[in-house]
């Protein structure tokens, strides 16, 4: 399959292309992305659910870039996972939408998104998926394997090998049918070797049983647990806390890679209980967090001053509602799937489903309450340019076609 057939050629607008470097084209690329913005997916690319609107995911991540979204549950046109290609500009509507081998809740290696890992624990390359489809084959299995797992790559520094890659999962016991999503909390680390065109695990801690440490205080079963995109930190709610009521909390994993304990510091309290909480990428102050409760998507700045700050992305539609937890790209937009009504003009409406894409930087109360307490926010706003430079920056690194 050429690189033509691979990606419809949509290059300018997907902003993959050299651009002239006149001054008002330097203007576009610095200019703001929308506030709030919402990509709708078409009913005859992904098939209809029961209520006659194009079918979302039940549970689905977003790549680093924002380019791809991985989607379980994807309903009888697409098979149980596919993988979903957005556009760079709001302007243009979903892309492309790609069959997977993978079953349902696989899931990505947080950070990297360098491999897709199916609940055996076969992992699969990114780009093998998205040129061979269903034909991909995996490279290797490993890992923590099951319902409720998530991974993410770790920076190599500090290991025994550094060239290898450090892969840290995490998942809980299934349980039966009343406890499923529930139990007691475990962590794998494994170190893989990729030749290009194999790879191998040879290393591996095993399955660990973790925040045993805990138990006075947060007892010993958790629910709705999600790893950082570094690996460093996770979030999850105690059931049955000694002191207090169930709430998200967020605690610290080892920073290195095999070779120590996870004490599960805690880190963060949200003193309520959303849906899963995921984590944007470090490196920024503020450190956020997102999730959904209610339909809604909500996002907080970690920052002492606005810890007990939870602002909600705006509504520019009618009756928004979001379909599944949320997801962070590098360069700090929020992405998730949702439904929503477009009325035309009064009294017409029409129901639309998709993705809607959030420029936190712009959220009004969030740029009220760090006025208020004197803090800098990260950036005004998230660009064009950055987009365009994600996106770039992601598809060289995995040899993907622009």
């Not at 996870?262 to 990428?281: E, N, T, Y």
């Amino acid at each position: 399959m050429s690189s033509r057939d691979f990606f419809p050629a949509i290059l300018l607008l997907a902003g993959l292309t050299s651009w002239p470097c006149g001054a008002a084209d330097r203007t576009e690329a610095s200019a703001c992305i929308p506030a709030v913005s919402y990509l709708a997916l078409d009913g005859a690319m992904v098939g209809l659910d029961s209520n006659g609107v194009p079918a979302l995911g039940t549970y689905e991540r977003i790549s680093p870039d924002g380019r791809f979204v991985l989607r379980s549950y994807s309903g009888a046109q697409l098979g149980q996972v596919s993988l979903v290609e957005l556009p760079a500009d709001s302007a243009t509507a979903v892309r492309r939408v790609f069959r997977t081998p993978l079953s349902n809740e696989a899931f990505p290696v947080q950070g990297s998104w360098r491999y897709l890992v199916d609940v055996d624990g076969r992992h699969f390359r990114l780009r093998d998926v998205l040129r061979l489809e269903q034909k991909a084959s995996p490279l290797f299995q490993g890992g923590m394997r099951g319902f409720y797992a998530a991974a993410s790559e770790l920076d190599p520094g500090g290991a025994a090998d550094p060239a290898l890659i450090w892969i840290r999962s995490m998942s809980w016991p299934q349980g039966d049918r009343s406890g499923q999503g529930t139990g007691p909390l475990q962590v794998r680390t494994i170190g893989v070797r990729d030749f290009g065109d194999k790879a191998e695990v040879v290393a591996d801690t095993g399955p660990q049983f973790i925040c045993g440490t805990r138990q006075a205080t947060d007892g010993g079963v958790y629910t709705l647990p999600m790893i950082s995109v570094d690996g460093k930190e996770f979030s999850a709610i105690p059931i049955n806390p000694r002191a207090g009521r169930p709430s998200m909390r967020v605690y610290g994993l080892s920073p290195a890679v095999p070779g120590e304990q996870h004490a599960c510091d805690l880190r963060m309290d949200l003193q309520a209980s959303p849906g899963k909480a995921v984590f944007a990428f470090g490196g920024r102050p503020s450190a956020m967090l997102a999730y959904t409760d209610n339909a809604s998507v909500y996002f907080v700045d970690r920052r002492a001053a606005l810890q007990d700050q939870v602002f909600r992305i705006d509504d520019e539609r009618t009756q928004v509602l979001a379909s599944a937890f949320p997801g962070f790209t590098t360069d700090g937009r929020i992405v998730f799937g949702a439904s929503w009504k477009d009325c035309l003009a009064k009294g017409t409406c029409v129901n639309r489903s998709g993705y809607v894409v959030a420029d936190p930087y712009q959220n009004a109360d969030y740029r009220q309450q760090l006025q208020r307490f004197g803090l800098r926010a990260d950036k005004a706003c998230i660009t064009l340019a950055d987009v365009r430079s994600e996106r770039q920056r992601f598809a060289d690194a995995w040899g993907l076609p622009r």
